[in-house]
Nanobody, 123 residues
Framework: QVQLVESGGGLVQAGGSLRLSCAASGRSFSVYAMGWFRQAPGKEREFVASITYNGGRTYYLASLKGRFTISRDNAKNTVYLQMNSLKPEDTAVYFC????????????????WGPGTQVSVSS
């Protein structure tokens, strides 16, 4: 099992940037592909980005590619989400998760979740 805790959320103006971090503890972090999801008020949780266990490949929600960047540092047991040019519609609780299945964008293929961090973007 792996425990995950997100940090780095907050309130930012439209056009600003935030970098989210997800620190892992427990079983070996480096064996897991990792993902970020988000849930806006009144909406279902949606896939944001994912990264393979060694950082070799990344995947993004198509509408976010170019603004968001996922990365990881296995030596620090941490995965990051750099978010640039933020928009009010990016407001959501952001979750990191460890993948145990094979579909990078499917919530059901992630077994371990952090509690989430709130990102609010003002217009």
């Amino acid at each position: 099992q792996v425990q995950l805790v997100e940090s780095g959320g907050g309130l930012v103006q439209a056009g600003g940037s935030l970098r989210l971090s997800c620190a892992a503890s427990g079983r070996s972090f480096s064996v897991y592909a990792m993902g970020w999801f988000r849930q806006a008020p009144g909406k279902e949780r949606e896939f944001v980005a994912s990264i393979t266990y060694n950082g070799g490949r990344t995947y993004y929600l198509a509408s976010l590619k170019g603004r968001f960047t996922i990365s990881r540092d296995n030596a620090k047991n941490t995965v990051y989400l750099q978010m640039n040019s933020l928009k009010p519609e990016d407001t959501a609780v952001y979750f990191c998760a460890a993948m145990v299945g094979s579909h990078y964008s499917l919530e059901k293929d992630y077994a371990y979740w952090g509690p989430g961090t709130q990102v609010s973007v003002s217009s």
